[in-house]
Structures are given as C-alpha cells and as structure tokens.
C-alpha cells in the first residue's frame, strides 16, 4: 500500500435534512466551493428512454444544490462508463449509487472501481433503498397512476401493491426490499405491499401476482424500485394486471434521497486514511476480507 502522497480529506457540509440544501440556506449551494463531486452512479441499459431518465432527475438534483459537481457514470451498456468518469474527476468524489439495495454492484463493484481510481479520495453512499424518500417517490409514481383512488378511505380492501425490484442473490439486498415494502404500505395506510423480483430471487412478480389475486386481492398494481426504463422495469410492468406505475425517474423526492446520501457518506465517519478502504462498521471496502485493494487515495463506504 502506498501513503506517500499527501490528500486533502473530504470535508464534512454539516448536517441537512433529507438534502434539501448545503450550508448556504435551504436551497443554497456550497459558499465558496462546490464540495466533492456527487457521482451518480446507474446500471446502465440499451432501452434509449434509460439516460434521459437519469439525466433529468441529476438536472433536478443540480437545481437543488447549485454548485456541487454532479457527474453521471454508468456500471455498464451504456455510456459515460464509472471508470471514464472517475478518470476524469480530482480531488473528492462520493459515488452515489442509482441502485436500491445491497447487492453485488453495491459492496464488491463501487468499492472495486474507486480502488482502481487511486487519485481520488472516495466515498461510496448507501443505496436508494430502504428510505421513507423512496417511499415517497413510489407512492407518487402510484398516485400519478390512478391507483392510489381505489385505495382511499371507504373504498373496498381488495387491493394490494406488488414492489419490483431487480433481484439479488444477496440475502441483505432481499431484506431492503423488504424494508421499502414495509414504508410503501405505511404510507398506503396498511394495505399490503409484497415484493417481486426480476432476476436473481423469487418471488418473481408474476408469482407475486398470482399469491396476491389467491388472498382476495381483485385490485393489483405494480410500483418499480428501478431509476429509469429498461429491460426489468419494462418486463415486470407487463407482468401487472392492473395499474403499473411508470420508473421513478426525475421524481423530487428521488433528487432529495440523493443529495440525503451523498451528505450522510459525507459525515457518516471521519476521513478514511490513505489507501485504506474502510466502511462506517469497520469493513473493508472491497467486500469485507481485509485484503485488497491499496491506492494512494482513501476509500470510504458509507453503507
């Protein structure tokens, strides 16, 4: 490992709730500096609708927070790669990622791009999900839909929500679904709300479906845990036999989870020392055996 040379450590803003602004006032930008950038960090898809998508809800974050470097960088299919992005980035950067749970992107790939980036001094923010924002954005993406309607007070309690998600083989990926399932049927005053996967996990949304229709439920919608368009959200939207909300896309509150998790990487834990990758509980920043990956610059996991 090399600690040789010498970096300035990513600076703490102080404390905002839920994003909605920097230190100079609740819709203020950073006096003085932009921050470290904010790297949004997406999946990447073929389906042309995918990076508009992104760039609008990025737009939006940017006109909540003018003057932090916001900078787009994509795991895959699409470009700019996280690789090009961060190659062309100095200083500080938070990757932000556009994914909703913890699973493989979150723990091995982020944590393996920024050691391959040993000029910054990174952080790695938590995912999207769980977040009562997320919530938030769910259920407005439902109430844009018209399905909110059928569950209103008086109503009749034959409706239920299917939650789609990607899929992760990882067990703590499952538990966050989970977690947001739970919030989106809080907000929905109780009515039941289970998940459905894409890949990776079951139960996929068509059995989902099939479980919920068993139980009595007449009135099934579909809501997406998924950034923008593409190849999961388009097919797990097929797979609705009713009402299926549209991607979150440039949702507010979506724009106002982004800037929440780049301020908490940012005042989680104190500066991580160089070329030691270190998370807030203490795991290594490559996926938690203390072995690799050693760079000049600091890498910390905020997850």
């Known amino acids: ?46 389906d042309p ?25 994509h ?21 932000v990622p556009l994914l909703f749970g913890h699973g493989h992107h979150v723990t091995h790939d982020l944590p393996a791009a920024l050691a391959a980036a040993p000029h910054l001094d990174g952080r790695i923010a938590a995912p999207l999900g769980p977040h009562p924002l997320l919530a938030e954005a769910l259920h407005g993406r439902l ?22 998600a990607a899929g992760s083989r990882a067990p703590r990926s499952a538990a966050d679904t989970e977690a947001v399932a739970a919030l ?28 919920l229709a068993a139980r009595g439920h007449r009135r099934i919608a579909v809501a997406g845990c998924f950034a923008a368009p593409g190849r999961f959200a388009t097919r797990c939207a097929a797979d609705a036999p009713d009402t299926a909300a549209a991607p979150l896309g440039d949702h507010p509150a979506l724009a106002r989870l982004l800037l929440h998790r780049y301020d908490t990487a940012l005042t989680a834990a104190g500066p991580a020392a160089p070329g030691h990758g270190t998370s807030a509980t203490g795991r290594n920043a490559a996926g938690g055996d203390g072995s690799a990956h050693g760079s000049a610059g600091a890498v910390t996991v905020a997850v």
Do not use: K, N
Request: charged letters at 15%.
């Open 1 to 46: 490992m090399t600690a040789s040379r010498s970096r300035t450590p990513l600076r703490p803003p102080g404390p905002t709730p839920y994003g909605t602004g920097g230190p100079g006032g609740p819709d203020g930008g950073w006096p003085g500096r932009g921050g470290p950038a904010l790297v949004a960090v997406a999946h990447g898809s073929r």
């Open 49 to 73: 609708r995918a990076r508009p998508a992104v760039r609008a809800l990025l737009a939006r974050v940017r006109a909540l927070r003018p003057g932090l470097p916001v900078r787009l960088g």
């Open 75 to 95: 795991l895959g299919l699409d470009r700019p790669l996280l690789a090009d992005t961060l190659a062309g980035l100095h200083g500080g950067a938070v990757l």
């Open 143 to 164: 109430t844009e839909a018209g399905f909110t309607r059928y569950a209103a007070p008086g109503r009749p309690a034959h409706t239920a929500v299917v939650l789609a």
């Open 184 to 211: 989106l049927s809080a907000r929905l005053g109780g009515l039941p709300v289970v998940p459905g996967y894409a890949s990776a996990a079951a139960p996929t949304v068509t059995a989902a479906v099939r479980d």
